[in-house]
DNA sequence: CATGTCGTGATACACATGTATCATGACAGT
DNA sequence: ACTGTCATGATACATGTGTATCACGACATG
């Protein structure tokens, strides 16, 4: 039954049933048996594909990552062509606000992580995790440009700003997916926040 | 060996020990079991004062509401006599940032209930929950009082900057607790913005 | 004094979890 | 054709979980 088979197809399909159910069910509901159901195999297989569960976390992880990067990519491209500073700049905090499906799961699993990490800090050294600190940086490079360009204040900080704004998309996408507003009402305060506070 | 025993000092000690495990080893690892230990009592006993798991995650949570309600009232009186509009604001959003032992407990423990509520969204009905909702409120209604003191510019919308405002301490905890970057960093940013876009 | 309720302990139950072990069929290389 | 590695299944094991049950001593009330 068995011929040979294609490894990264294999992990892929599992990895991919992890993160469907950390988006309906919580990446604390992904056990390894949870996983091969979803993903149609055996417990077995889970194990042989991953050995244990934190490879198989990281794994999925680390695609997930991919995802969100995609969407900035592509939010980024879709904000106008040629990319302004100021463009950018509201593509990148808008696509992280939870306002349709692909956004709300990627922040719901990327806070089952986050709430790993904060039990078990030992996860994310076993992982390129300054993630953060770069999307800031590269958010604030954007922010300085916008002033080259005249577009944003130039009295603005760009480091604190960045980090701030990041800040808040982070928080603004806890209260949606805690049900607190809506994902258009989360995407009104940060545009509010952006034409009144940054852009000129 | 047993007389009779004031209920309220027992519930007290045994909820008050998941808080304490809560805020250093995380909620989830706050069984039955270690908070029996941690409280000094045997299992039987929490199960005596609390019934179910739940009904003791809810009292907890309501003593936690309570102490973050205590602080933020003693941060308002002490941020000055008077307080005004300003400093009240100030003191509001400071106290949430996790920058003492007492704060980040309680962002912490804030953090593992949130983790809690996305995973079984009833808990939340079963507790008067609006209590975001309405700190929000109370700060927008200082906001407008500040701009009618000429502290805050008047062009500001009260309701879309206090909810802006909380999302950027809520997120700001996050990045602290996560190991982005100190307490004192984060309080940083929050003055910034609070200089640079609200007060006049 | 009797009796029933209160406070407490020990322990059992049923279940879920991550991981390990054993077995077995299929195919590749010699 | 033989042999060993690959892919897979079934199942076992140890542990941790919330909850339930049984037992028993202490005290208040009649």
Redesign the interface.
């Known amino acids: 039954m068995a011929t040979r088979v294609d490894h990264e197809e294999r992990r892929t399909q599992i990895a991919e049933a992890l993160l469907r159910i950390a988006d309906t069910?919580?990446l604390?509901?992904a056990s390894m048996r949870a996983v091969a159901a979803e993903a149609g195999v055996s417990l077995r297989l889970v194990q042989y594909y991953f050995t244990t569960k934190e490879a198989l976390l990281l794994d999925a992880l680390a695609r997930l990552q991919s995802q969100l990067q995609a969407r900035m990519n592509t939010w980024i491209g879709a904000a106008g062509t040629p990319p302004t500073p100021r463009s950018v700049v509201t593509a990148i905090l808008s696509c992280i606000v939870p306002t349709d499906a692909e956004s709300s799961r990627i922040a719901?699993t990327y806070?089952?992580y986050?709430?790993l990490?904060?039990?078990d800090?030992d996860v994310?050294e076993k992982h390129g995790a300054a993630q953060?600190?770069i999307l800031e940086g590269f958010l604030a490079k954007q922010i300085r440009a916008g002033q080259q360009a005249g577009d944003v204040a130039a009295?603005?900080?760009p480091e604190?700003t960045a980090?701030?704004l990041?800040?808040?998309?982070?928080?603004?996408g806890?209260?949606v997916?805690?049900?607190?507003?809506s994902g258009e009402d989360?995407l009104?305060?940060?545009r509010?926040?952006l034409e009144?506070?940054l852009f000129t």
Chains 1, 2 share one sequence.
């Open positions: 069910q919580g604390q509901s719901r806070n089952g986050y709430t990490v904060l039990s800090p994310l953060p600190a009295d603005k900080d604190l980090a701030g990041l800040a808040m998309v982070n928080g603004l806890s209260s997916l805690g049900g607190q507003r989360a009104a305060i940060l509010y926040y009144t506070t």
